[in-house]
Antibody
């Protein structure tokens, strides 16, 4: 059973960089056919796709965040990461990592989510 | 890329059927059979309920069904149960500047 687990600081100061890591267990991140994804949800709001990465390193980002987002993968640790720079209070949200299964074009496994608050 | 449009809320009594719509454009919902639906209970991660318009992952009850007509996809819950009370989101592949877009979300209430 594939499991994803987010980790990282729950509090980030304005203008700093938000950094999160997603550790994948029960399956190899190097398996083809999956995009490893970051999705966020502002408090009481809907889901917002941030971007995803293929194990080869190819990335796709939401244009609204593209200038501030970097997603990377570490196949040796079976992890992928999110960096969001120059954060403001508007970046306060629950951040989820998820696996996009291209065989079904759906996010079939999700992490539990982690709340990141941007505040001084 | 704008979010796909869903009704803010839908309600029904136990045993009834309800349908949630998800309206996009020919660049997303109407152009591809890559529509998926997610159920989210409060404080929990979303769960995949339907993929590729009408397919159910293993373990999802057959009370949940999906369809599409033109630029609008739909999720139908038949025989509504108390545990179906949750938020539901659609998602679609898009040919616009972003390959993935979510719907605005629908709160389902079981009366």
């Amino acid at each position: 059973q594939v499991q994803l687990q987010e980790s990282g600081p729950g509090l980030v100061k304005p203008s700093q960089t938000l950094s999160l890591t997603c550790t994948v267990s029960g399956g190899s991140i190097s398996s083809g056919g999956y995009y490893w994804s970051w999705i966020r949800q502002h408090p009481g709001k809907g889901l917002e796709w941030i971007g995803y990465i293929y194990y080869s390193g190819s990335t796709y980002y939401n244009p609204s965040l593209k200038s501030r987002v970097t997603i990377s993968v570490d196949t040796s640790k079976n992890q992928f990461s999110l960096k969001l720079s120059s954060v403001t209070a508007a970046d306060t949200a629950v951040y989820y990592c998820a696996r996009m299964n291209t065989a079904m074009w759906g996010f079939d496994y999700w992490g539990q989510g982690t709340l990141v608050t941007v505040s001084s | 890329q704008s979010a796909l449009t869903q009704p803010a809320s839908v309600s029904g009594s136990p045993g009834q059927s309800i349908t949630i719509s998800c309206t996009g454009t020919s660049s997303d919902v109407g152009g591809y059979n890559y529509v998926s639906w997610y159920q989210q209970h409060p404080g929990k991660a979303p769960k995949l309920m339907i993929y590729e318009v009408s397919n159910r992952p293993s373990g999802v009850p057959d009370r949940f069904s999906g369809s599409k007509s033109g630029n609008t996809a739909s999720l139908t819950i038949s025989g509504l149960q108390a545990e179906d009370e949750a938020d539901y989101y659609c998602s679609s592949y898009t040919s616009s500047s972003t390959p993935c877009v979510f719907g605005t979300g629908t709160k389902v209430t079981v009366l």
